[in-house]
Nanobody, 121 residues
């Protein structure tokens, strides 16, 4: 079992910055991709950014050039640096990790509990 614990959400002004962190703990064989999703009220959950174990990244078009994603494999932690925030970035942000619990298990998606990000003046 894997637990994902998120931190760093809160209130920011338009143009401001926030940094989200997500640490994975528990017993597992390996963590493949990690990423961040978000869900705004009345909208579907969408991918914000992802990063593979090798460091390959991908971003939603709406955040390219403003957000960066990184991970510390030694700490099993993924970070989302959010700059130039806009009101439309307001959402609950969820950490995701694709994990193999053992070497004979297929990859499985784990989710954090979500952290609120509000961008408002």
């Amino acid at each position: 079992q894997v637990q994902l614990v998120e931190s760093g959400g809160g209130l920011a002004q338009p143009g401001g910055s926030l940094r989200l962190s997500c640490a994975a703990s528990g017993s597992f064989f390996s963590i493949n991709a990690m990423g961040w999703y978000r869900q705004a009220p009345g909208k579907q959950r969408e991918l914000v950014a992802g990063i593979t174990s090798g460091g390959t990244t991908n971003f939603a078009d709406s955040v390219k050039g403003r957000f960066t994603i990184s991970r510390d494999n030694a700490k099993n932690t993924v970070y989302l640096q959010m700059n130039s925030l806009k009101p439309e970035d307001t959402a609950v942000y969820y950490c995701n990790a694709v994990v193999r619990d053992s070497d004979h298990d297929p990859p499985f998606d784990y989710w954090g509990q979500g952290t609120q990000v509000t961008v408002s003046s």
